[in-house]
């Protein structure tokens, strides 16, 4: 069974830092992409990022290239969101999702972790 766990959420000032993780497990994802997604209240769900796991191929929204990195440690399955100088407009539900490389969806999901940025 495949499984995508995120954890690291929480409550953090503007300009503070967050680091999310997803522990994936169930299957071998060497040929995936793993995406971080976030949905804020009565808006649609964005994409943040994507790293490939077989290869350090990166790629940012616009909306947080220069302040969010994402990284894996394929040793432990785990996905990273690295989240600095957060905004108040980073307060959203932040998802991983992992999906085939070459393919456009998405197949598994995580159950999502809170991320509030106060003012």
């Known amino acids: 069974q495949v499984q995508l766990v995120e954890s690291g959420g929480g409550l953090v000032q503007a300009g503070g830092s967050l680091r999310l993780s997803c522990a994936a497990s169930?299957?071998?994802?060497?040929?995936?992409?793993m995406g971080w997604f976030r949905q804020a209240p009565g808006k649609e769900r964005e994409l943040v990022g994507v790293?490939?796991?077989?290869?350090?191929?990166?790629y940012y929204a616009d909306s947080v290239k220069g302040r969010f990195t994402i990284s894996r440690d394929n040793a432990k399955n785990t996905v990273y969101l690295q989240m600095n100088s957060l905004k108040p407009e980073d307060t959203a539900v932040y998802y991983c999702?992992?999906?085939?490389?070459?393919?456009?969806?998405?197949?598994?999901w995580g159950q999502g972790t809170q991320v509030t940025v106060s003012s």
């Open positions: 169930g299957r071998t994802f060497s040929s995936y992409r």
């Open positions: 790293i490939l796991w077989s290869a350090s191929s990166t």
């Open positions: 999702a992992a999906g085939p490389i070459g393919d456009r969806q998405y197949d598994y």
